[in-house]
């Protein structure tokens, strides 16, 4: 059943006919919601806890953290559970997070399949499968694959990952699929669905999501590069910030010509990732594995011919293509406020 509560945070989004516009966020703001995805955070990692627990996981204050832990009990979407076991002193009462208060619908576009799995609120995957469509058909079925989710689950966000070029919910470019170009997928979706969506480029996504990981804390300059079946893609990121450009065309290195425009040999993307460090000088680069290259020792000892040591980046090789997009939606939805519901705002 969805929860009717409403949940006053004031930096959501507010709805403009059923399509929902984010606003400008000021700082306070953007510090309220930043701790209050932080404390979900520790409730989900530690189960049911007291304000005292959440408070040592976190470097900000008791009165802050009981603040948002009252406002998402009223909302329905953080429940009261029982009281522990005392030690000494007043037995502390415990919080948890309401499961079922939320979902967050995850669609991949990979090749021609969506894969898509349903998370409840503690991020948990409840349904995972599979979906094979005709591009031309893209955006129907798309809707085909959303629809009963929708109907049989409180999805409170619809989040999409795309491999082509994406400014604003809106595709600028995608080279597999002509038709699609200028349709604002975003506005169809929250248009049609009633609830807030992102859209994302897949590679943005995942640079977003290794940022995450405990491994590159210290590492804010990243690249995540892959070379596959959907040509060569290119994830950038810059003193913590992912660059999208003026029309969400930063790292379609794609478009960089050769006569040698193979990226199944070492030559090519050797190029591609020597352009990378000039340009952006990373920390680190990370290769995406592929049916179509796997040769990435190679393809970095030959891109970093000549270049001066301290310029030389780390690199790592990974598996964790869809994972890392996934774990890029999750950041989005923490950054601007996704994780309350909104069906029942004016």
């Given at each position: 059943m969805r929860n009717t509560a409403k949940f006053r945070l004031s930096t959501g989004m507010f709805k403009k006919g059923k399509v929902f516009m984010m606003p400008a966020q000021n700082a306070l703001e953007q510090i309220r919601i930043k701790n209050f995805s932080k404390i979900l955070e520790v409730m989900r990692r530690m189960g049911a806890c007291s304000l005292s627990q959440i408070t040592d996981q976190l470097d900000v204050g008791l009165t802050p953290v009981k603040k948002c832990v009252e406002e998402g009990v009223r909302c329905g979407m953080i429940l009261s559970g029982d009281t522990a076991d005392s030690t000494g002193g007043r037995r502390a009462q415990q919080f948890l997070i309401?499961?079922?208060y939320q979902y967050f619908l995850i669609i991949i576009t990979d090749n021609n399949d969506f894969l898509i799995r349903l998370y409840d609120f503690n991020r948990k995957?409840?349904?995972?499968t599979r979906r094979?469509?005709?591009?031309?058909?893209?955006?129907?079925?798309l809707c085909e694959a959303i629809s009963p989710l929708m109907e049989r689950y409180a999805v409170g966000t619809i989040?999409?990952?795309?491999?082509?070029?994406i400014k604003g919910g809106r595709i600028i470019d995608w080279y597999y699929n002509r038709s699609m170009v200028g349709r604002d997928i975003r506005s169809d979706l929250e248009g049609r669905f009633g609830v807030p969506a992102i859209v994302q480029n897949d590679m943005k996504l995942t640079v977003l999501g290794v940022s995450e990981r405990s491994e590159n804390a210290a590492s804010p300059n990243l690249v995540t590069a892959q070379f596959g079946h959907n040509g060569i893609g290119v994830g950038e990121m810059v003193?913590?910030?992912?660059?999208?450009g003026a029309a969400g065309f930063a790292g379609e290195v794609g478009h960089t010509q050769d006569a040698r425009k193979n990226i199944m040999g070492i030559a090519y993307p050797?190029?591609?990732v020597r352009n990378i460090i000039i340009y952006l000088n990373p920390d680190k680069i990370i290769f995406y594995r592929s049916g179509r290259q796997d040769h990435f020792a190679e393809i970095f000892q030959r891109a970093v011919r000549g270049i001066p040591r301290a310029a030389v980046p780390e690199y790592a090789v990974s598996d964790e293509y869809h994972a890392d997009i996934r774990a890029g939606l999750f950041r989005l939805i923490d950054q601007y406020g996704y994780f309350r519901r909104r069906e029942n705002e004016k």
């Open positions: 309401n499961a079922s995957c409840v349904k995972e094979r469509f005709e591009m031309a058909r893209y955006y129907e079925s989040c999409l990952s795309i491999p082509c070029v003193n913590g910030h992912v660059l999208e050797s190029k591609i």
